[in-house]
C-alpha cells in the first residue's frame, strides 16, 4: 500500500491507496492550523490502523510543510517519502521555460491524467487556485493557465466589497437569479463550468482561424 500527502493552501489529505491505485481511505486538516511533526503522525497512524505501506509520496505547494508531513511519515509509517517535484519520474517531458517552478500539484494531477485518459488531454483543477493545463500525445506538458479558485474568488468579493455577503458555494436552480445570495452562486459554479467550455471553444475558434488562414495563403486560394 502507498501513503499519499497532499500538501495544498487550504487542506492536507492524507490517503491511504491499494496497490491498483484505489483510494481505501483519506483524511483532511486545514493546512494552516500549525500542527507538529508528532501531530501528523498521530493522525496517520490513525489512519494506518496498523496497516503496513511500502512507499509514500508527498506533494506540497507549501514549503513549510513539506519537512512536516514528510517527518510525520517517517516517523508513523517507517517509509522515507517521495517528495514530487520537477526532476521527478512521473512520466512527463517538461516542455516550458523553469520546469523548477512548475506546483508539484499540477505535475501529479496532470502525470495521473497522462495515465488514465487518451492524450492530449485538457487537466482541470479546481483548488485554492483553478488550474487548466495540458498534455500533448507525446506526453509533454505543455504549460497552462492559472486563475483565483472558485472559493478564493468569492472571498474577494466578500472581502472587497461593502454589500456583498459570504455565501456557502452550490449551484443555484437557475443561471439568471433574481436575488443576491443566488446570483453570487451561479457566477461561482456556472462561471467554472464557463471556463470548461470555454477552453474547448477557444481550442475550436483557433483550429478555425489555422484552416482559414491555410485556406487564404494557398495557391488554391489565390486570385
Known amino acids: 500500500m502507498l501513503l499519499a500527502i497532499d500538501i495544498g493552501n487550504t487542506n492536507v489529505v492524507r490517503a491511504l491507496l491499494d496497490a491498483e491505485d484505489r483510494v481505501l481511505e483519506e483524511r483532511r486538516a486545514p493546512s494552516?492550523?500549525?500542527?507538529?511533526?508528532?501531530?501528523?503522525?498521530?493522525?496517520?497512524?490513525?489512519?494506518?490502523?496498523?496497516?503496513?505501506?511500502?512507499?509514500?509520496?508527498?506533494?506540497?505547494?507549501?514549503?513549510?510543510?513539506?519537512?512536516?508531513?514528510?517527518?510525520?511519515?517517517?516517523?508513523?509509517?517507517?517509509?522515507?517519502?517521495?517528495?514530487?517535484?520537477?526532476?521527478?519520474p512521473v512520466g512527463l517531458t517538461l516542455a516550458i521555460e523553469q520546469p523548477e517552478t512548475l506546483g508539484a500539484d499540477?505535475?501529479?494531477?496532470?502525470?495521473?491524467?497522462?495515465?488514465?485518459?487518451?492524450?492530449?488531454?485538457?487537466?482541470?483543477?479546481?483548488?485554492?487556485?483553478?488550474?487548466?493545463?495540458?498534455?500533448?500525445?507525446?506526453?509533454?506538458?505543455?504549460g497552462g493557465v492559472i486563475l483565483p479558485g472558485i472559493k478564493l474568488g468569492m472571498q474577494a468579493l466578500f472581502t472587497g466589497t461593502a454589500q456583498l455577503p459570504d455565501i456557502r458555494i452550490e449551484a443555484p436552480a437557475h443561471v439568471i437569479?433574481?436575488?443576491t445570495v443566488e446570483s453570487l452562486q451561479a457566477g461561482a459554479v456556472y462561471g467554472a463550468a464557463a471556463c470548461i467550455l470555454a477552453s474547448f471553444l477557444i481550442d475550436f475558434w483557433l483550429s478555425v482561424v489555422a484552416l482559414l488562414v491555410m485556406v487564404m495563403v494557398s495557391p488554391a486560394g489565390v486570385k
Do not use: M
Open 32 to 88: 494552516k492550523d500549525g500542527w507538529t511533526a508528532e501531530q501528523y503522525a498521530a493522525q496517520i497512524r490513525a489512519l494506518l490502523c496498523g496497516r503496513a505501506v511500502h512507499g509514500a509520496a508527498v506533494s506540497s505547494v507549501v514549503p513549510e510543510l513539506t519537512g512536516v508531513l514528510s517527518a510525520a511519515a517517517r516517523e508513523a509509517a517507517g517509509v522515507t517519502a517521495l517528495v514530487v517535484n520537477s526532476d521527478s
Open 106 to 142: 499540477i505535475l501529479a494531477a496532470d502525470a495521473a491524467a497522462a495515465e488514465e485518459y487518451p492524450l492530449p488531454v485538457i487537466v482541470f483543477d479546481f483548488g485554492t487556485a483553478t488550474t487548466v493545463t495540458v498534455v500533448d500525445e507525446q506526453r509533454r506538458y505543455r
Open 177 to 179: 437569479c433574481t436575488e
